[in-house]
């Protein structure tokens, strides 16, 4: 029994260790090119304060007459380096901030744990925030047809405004307001921030107009306005939901 347990954990392991190895096969190439890029940048300008190093020994070293040739032949050359050595460095910052920033959206996530009733953000590879979702919004996630249980965030709205659907004037008389009139905005069905999912989720912030909420065409999981409004400014759009 214990041989046959302590297989089970070894075949576990392997699987852990080719899925890190798969992971970074495919996610880490780009990160890795840029870190050799500023690598040999790094040389290069190692390269300039060594030879910068140089002159200044020389210059300390000369007599009168040597100090004028040299300031004069090596002090402009002198001048330039330290320009675009400066120039360097912020390019460098700027690189490191926007990879920094780009591996931060890959590590930030989303998981409905549809068993315990929560929606956990996930930074860094730690919870960040802790959400209580109704058992009737569990329910009816459950209920629906979305399938999937990877869903990729596709847009943010914030205070959005969607169009009533052409059914809801299917028992009136008069003509159908074309679709960008006032006529056909429902104002507060959504609440205050709504993310956008596939298969038509919607994460958003408690209706203001329950009538024009029911007429939308999507499943959704409703927050109170804190929650949401905090989690509408953590996510980026392509980053992903798991449903457990």
């Given amino acids: 029994m214990f ?23 495919v996610k880490l190439p780009d990160y890795t090119k840029d ?63 926007l990879l920094w920033g780009n591996l931060s959206i890959l590590r930030t996530k989303l998981i409905f744990d549809t068993k315990m009733k929560k929606l956990k953000f ?14 009737q919004t569990v329910q009816n996630f459950l209920k629906s047809e979305i399938s999937r249980k990877v869903l990729k965030i596709l847009a943010k709205e914030k205070n959005p405004t969607s169009v009533k659907p052409k059914w809801t004037y299917e028992d009136i008389t ?28 919607i994460i958003h912030d408690t209706s203001k107009n329950r009538e024009y909420h029911d007429t939308i065409n999507h499943i959704c999981i409703q927050l109170s306005t804190k ?13 992903k939901l798991y449903v457990e």
């Fill in 3 to 25: 041989i046959k347990f302590f297989k089970i954990l070894l075949r576990i392991f392997i699987l852990m260790i080719l899925a890190i190895s798969i992971f970074i096969n």
């Fill in 35 to 97: 870190i050799d890029d500023e690598t040999a940048d790094l040389k290069k300008q190692l390269l300039m304060l060594m030879n910068q190093k140089k002159y200044q020994i020389a210059l300390s070293q000369s007599v009168v007459g040597d100090y004028e040739a040299i300031k004069l032949d090596t002090l402009p050359q002198l001048q330039e380096d330290q320009k675009i050595l400066i120039e360097n460095n912020k390019n460098l910052l700027k690189a490191n901030r």
């Fill in 122 to 135: 996930v930074k860094n590879g730690k919870v960040v925030s802790d959400i209580n979702i109704t058992d």
């Fill in 174 to 201: 008069k003509e159908i307001p074309v679709e960008n009139s006032p006529e056909r905005l429902m104002v507060g069905a959504l609440g205050n921030y709504a993310i956008h999912f596939d298969d038509f989720l």
């Fill in 227 to 239: 929650d949401m409004k905090k989690l509408y400014s953590s996510v980026y759009i392509g980053n």
